[in-house]
T-cell receptor
Framework: AQKITQTQPGMFVQEKEAVTLDCTYD???????LFWYKQPSSGEMIFLIY????DEQNATEGRYSLNFQKARKSANLVISASQLGDSAMYFC?????WGGGADGLTFGKGTHLIIQP | GAVVSQHPSWVICKSGTSVKIECRSL??????MFWYRQFPKQSLMLMAT?????????EQGVEKDKFLINHASLTLSTLTVTSAHPEDSSFYIC??????????????FGPGTRLTVT
């Protein structure tokens, strides 16, 4: 079974609209972390937002917020007021375990977001 | 902010040769670095975890004798693709965790190295 599932291979969104990118995860660990990264065509991985499994409040970073529904194992990324520069691949990722630094990330297959003017 | 660099940015090599890719943390000490591989239009796959001063831990299916990892200092990890073949052509990305931050789960990614084996 996939640990990270992103069900939207691609999305077209009108500029200035809000967009939600779906991510569900699968883990039996009680402690884990969830990440969202943006990858433009240049290839660099840009960190957007992080949610720890014990965080009670949804994480927010500027125009990005993470809709964390632990019982449903869901960690959707919400981008408010989308901009043309938001066009990129978006990856959801998970770190399992207590986060002592020894664990790499498991990535989903990504969502290709295209913002249309 | 924390910066991770990779060198080279891209490399073309002939089949059968070896290629070394460097990953450096520029403004922090990285006790742990990670190497990922990304094939075109696919996701990132963790290859190995590199710990300073000890042997790397490889993910299942990754040949440790083919992908040699050396983490000789707190700011440098190297990945050597030995006897490269066209199927090794990929985008290799490293990430590093700030071991001195006292917290924080973030991994800082390098800009990646695009390897093409002809």
């Amino acid at each position: 079974a996939q640990k990270i599932t992103q069900t939207q291979p691609g999305m077209f969104v009108q500029e200035k609209e809000a967009v939600t990118l779906d991510c569900t995860y699968d883990t039996s660990d009680q402690s884990y972390g969830l990440f969202w990264y943006k990858q433009p065509s240049s290839g660099e991985m840009i960190f957007l937002i992080y949610q720890g499994s014990y965080d009670e409040q949804n994480a927010t970073e500027g125009r990005y917020s993470l809709n964390f529904q632990k019982a449903r194992k869901s960690a959707n990324l919400v981008i408010s007021a989308s901009q043309l520069g938001d066009s990129a691949m978006y990856f959801c990722a998970m770190r399992e375990g207590w986060g002592g630094g020894a664990d790499g990330l498991t990535f989903g297959k990504g969502t290709h977001l295209i913002i249309q003017p | 902010g924390a910066v991770v660099s990779q060198h080279p940015s891209w490399v073309i090599c002939k089949s059968g040769t070896s290629v070394k890719i460097e990953c450096r943390s520029l403004d922090f000490q990285a006790t742990t670095m990670f190497w990922y591989r990304q094939f075109p239009k696919q996701s990132l796959m963790l290859m190995a975890t590199s710990n300073e001063g000890s042997k790397a831990t490889y993910e299942q299916g990754v040949e440790k004798d083919k992908f040699l990892i050396n983490h000789a200092s707190l700011t440098l990890s190297t990945l050597t693709v030995t006897s490269a073949h066209p199927e090794d052509s990929s985008f290799y990305i490293c990430s590093a965790r700030d071991g001195t931050s006292g917290g924080g789960d973030e991994q800082y990614f390098g800009p990646g190295t695009r390897l093409t084996v002809t």
